[in-house]
DNA sequence: TTAGCCAGTTACCAAAAAGTAAGTTGTAGC
DNA sequence: GCTACAACTTACTTTTTGGTAACTGGCTAA
């Protein structure tokens, strides 16, 4: 979770700050099916690097979105999952996803 | 509108292109109250530059969110409103407000 | 005629975000 | 000992975005 102090006094700043780029939305969508690991998820995500995939899991795990598990199997693996936090930002992606595909169809028919 | 050609084949990519930065929710969130000439949505956005609130005055228009109406009156004044498929964003608006606001006790209180 | 308001534009600079590609660590199987 | 895989990190460059501040141009009221 962030702390006080870099916590926005506005509600939609605070919402931009913790998932307000394409890739943090995408890697939200990918853990909505199911929890990945690192390379699981940027295979699934197409167009990121690993450097950028990297630095929005950092993120998104100290803003208490996902969850980091080291998993002691071996090859020893890393899974990323939503956290409940995560999990009720479901309703918002699907509002998202709804009005992105309204969207579509108005400009694909005109 | 945007073009097929602009158009992303992702849904929430398309979100993002068209209202994915803090700018133009906060312009949203000012035209929702009631229709403002530029001026006025300058001062009402604590923070924007002129440069930057007249691009993205432009990509909304282009985009259909919003309308820009120059009223003939003394002083000639342009006044922004919200379109219909601007206003249809208020859910999503709102539920971010509504997460953001949530997000914001949930640290407060930790 | 000069000062002021509205609605911007322009040129230039700084900062933030993202892309590229190679390197690192650790473990395991052959 | 070599190869492979998972999970990253690092150094460097490019692109995008945003900020500063000054300027334009039409109109008006004193």
């Not at 006080?4 to 700050?17: D, N, R, S, W, Y």
């Not at 899974?79 to 309703?91: H, N, V």
Request: charged share 20%.
């Amino acid at each position: 979770m962030l702390t006080k102090e870099e916590l926005p006094p506005c509600p939609v700043a605070t919402c931009f700050q913790l998932f307000g780029n394409k890739w943090k939305i995408y890697i939200i969508q990918q853990l909505i099916e199911q929890p990945l690991g690192f390379n699981a998820l940027h295979r699934s995500i197409p167009g990121i690097s690993q450097k950028v995939l990297s630095s929005n899991l950092k993120e998104m795990d100290a803003a208490g979105l996902i969850t980091r598990t080291v998993i002691p199997e071996t090859p020893i693996r890393t899974e990323y999952a939503l956290s409940e936090l995560g999990q009720s930002l479901m309703p918002i992606i699907d509002s998202l996803v709804e009005w992105g595909t309204d969207y579509q169809q108005l400009v694909r028919s005109s």
